[in-house]
């Protein structure tokens, strides 16, 4: 089972609305609406934020959210702040041998 | 509120067996998927494996010779054994809780670095 796909950084302005991509195929990404977004801070533990493609965790802003389109999803974060300066990584169920695939990762700066 | 704590050696010599616990609290460990993940220094995350306290398991197929993980629900612990390590496993390990065989990852452990040497 290979890594999903997503750019390897991603930047933006404060305020301003960014996406990350994430391309899987259709074995794992286009086959389940079982999307998950997680952002890892420096030297921390990840954190889930976004699941089943679309879904936020109570403890999430709403200036994130998630879709899907074929078999590639996708993070937004509105409204950029700061603190949005992490990692984040995408994983996805595949119903196969390896039920978890994890994105490569994309770093996201606040300009 | 529930949390995990991963524990056990920072370094592991070329060969040997890589021993780590996950204590958890605040919730049974009954009824839930526990997950090791790691990630190497400066890479992505690599998914291990789970363990159900039915007593289904299932590993990553290019880990599964060498991995085992298990459960103590007395203790409330979640153990991950990893035979003939080499310097490709080292890596920090996270555990993690998920509630089924297809959802999210909601609580994880701060993670512990394990450096194997040689």
């Known amino acids: 089972q290979s890594a999903l796909t997503q750019p390897a950084s991603v930047s933006g302005s404060p305020g301003q609305s960014i996406t990350i991509s994430c391309t899987g195929t259709s074995s794992d990404v286009g086959d389940y609406n079982f999307v998950s977004w997680y952002q890892q801070l420096p030297g921390k533990a990840p954190k889930l934020m976004i699941y089943?493609?679309?879904r936020r965790p109570s403890w999430v802003s709403n200036r994130f959210s998630g879709s899907k389109s074929g078999n590639t999803a996708s993070l937004t974060i509105s409204g950029l702040q700061a603190e949005d300066e992490a990692d984040y990584y995408c994983?996805?169920?595949?119903?196969?041998?390896?039920?978890?695939?994890f994105g490569t990762g994309t770093k996201v700066t606040v300009l | 509120q529930v949390q995990l704590q991963e524990s056990g050696p920072g370094l592991v010599k070329s060969s040997e067996t890589l021993s780590l616990t996950c204590t958890v609290s605040g919730d049974s460990i009954s009824s839930y998927y526990w997950t090791w993940i790691r990630q190497p220094p400066g890479k992505g995350l690599e998914w291990i494996g789970y363990f159900h306290y039915s007593g289904n398991s299932i590993y990553n197929p290019s880990l599964k010779s060498r991995v085992t993980i298990s459960t103590d629900t007395s203790k409330n612990h979640v153990f991950l054994k990893l035979s003939s390590v080499t310097a490709a496993d080292t890596a920090v390990y996270f555990c993690?809780?998920?509630?089924?065989?297809?959802?999210?990852?909601?609580?994880w452990g701060q993670g512990i670095l394990v450096t194997v040497s040689s």
């Open positions: 993690a809780r998920a509630s089924y065989d297809n959802s999210p990852f909601d609580y």
């Open positions: 089943d493609v679309t």
């Open positions: 994983s996805s169920y595949t119903g196969s041998t390896t039920p978890y695939v």
